[in-house]
């Protein structure tokens, strides 16, 4: 549970969940701010790591710049659950993977280097498991940073800005990728990452730097695992709304305190008409339904119809794989 984290590694968590500093001796200079010394650091960092609490030290990236990106769900049958979620679960393309409360019950996040490498991972896992995978490609984003701060009430996380592309180049994507399967700990992550890819350690913090202003990485710091840390009522509330009202309902709905995440996605016509998804993260089923509840009571949403999925069980959770395999 987050409210037996030690003080320290509350601290820890809220206040490095993302600007990581861009310095030789990152780790050091965190300790400096929380009175540790560099070892300590590390040592919290990766004694999070082991008990599952923390996945990395890395990066988030914006869906579809360096690689393609959706979020796709299976119908399964209940005794078929655990089978096909591991077969899920074994694409290593699969970096995100839940149990949600519906019929539509398993949701995973896919990503490929391109367009036509995602198209090829959910046609296998069609013909693997025997079943229709719906395939909902974001549309835009209204707020994709899942970086909140544990303590204290629910924050506005505010809209996400538009990310310039123009400043991605292909020699950017292998640190990408390596951003997001996380930093080594250890004292100078990033001359050990420069070395791992043959980089100048000056030129890598300058990519990463100019890469963070672009908005193609979305958060460079600690990547927490919610659930493990008491978060265990999240829900995914869909909105059926017209394409002419998504806009100005999604930036509304992206500044309610406790929503943590909002994006709109194209419909599969005949199956899912809905556009405007949310996530709210609560360490119980009356606090996220309260912030459902605020969120329902916006004039931007009067009268649309909703539908809360629940997660009750994560199967996997990893940073995006944006390369293939060597």
């Known amino acids: 549970m987050a409210n037996r984290l030690e003080p320290t590694d509350m601290r820890l968590l809220d206040e490095f969940q993302r600007d990581l500093p861009l310095v030789p001796r990152p780790f050091a200079a965190i300790g400096l701010a929380l009175g540790l010394t560099e070892a300590e650091t590390i040592q919290r960092l990766q004694h999070l790591q082991a008990d599952g609490r923390i996945t990395r030290v890395g990066a988030t990236v914006r869906p579809n710049t360096a690689g393609v990106s959706t979020l796709a769900a299976l119908a399964i049958p209940e005794d078929r659950i655990e089978d096909l979620a591991a077969l899920v679960g074994a694409e290593p393309g699969v970096n995100h993977s839940y149990l949600r409360e519906d019929d539509w019950n398993l949701w995973f996040v896919a990503t490929a280097p391109d367009a036509r490498g995602l198209d090829a991972l959910l046609s296998r896992i069609e013909k693997r498991t025997g079943l229709r995978v719906i395939d909902l490609r974001l549309v835009r984003p209204f707020n994709i940073d899942l970086g909140f701060r544990l303590a204290g009430p629910p924050r506005a996380m505010g809209a996400t800005r538009r990310a310039d592309v123009s400043v991605l180049t292909d020699a950017d994507r292998p640190l990408l990728h390596a951003l997001s399967r996380g930093l080594p700990l250890e004292p100078e992550p990033y001359a050990a990452l420069a070395r791992q890819l043959e980089m100048d350690e000056r030129h890598l913090c300058e990519r990463i730097a100019t890469l963070t202003e672009a908005g193609i990485i979305t958060r460079l710091g600690v990547i927490v695992r919610h659930r493990a840390l008491g978060w265990t009522a999240n829900a995914m509330v869909l909105w059926d709304l017209p394409q002419t009202a998504i806009e100005a309902a999604g930036l509304a709905l992206a500044a309610v305190p406790g929503v943590t995440l909002c994006y709109e996605r194209r ?60």
């Open 267 to 326: 419909p599969v016509p005949g199956i899912w008409p809905y556009r405007l998804y949310c996530m709210i993260h609560g360490q119980t089923r009356n606090q996220a339904l309260a912030v459902l509840k605020d969120a329902a009571a916006l004039p931007e949403l009067a009268g649309a119809r909703h539908r809360v999925l629940f997660s009750t069980r994560c199967f996997k959770q990893t940073g995006a794989r944006l390369m293939e395999a060597a």
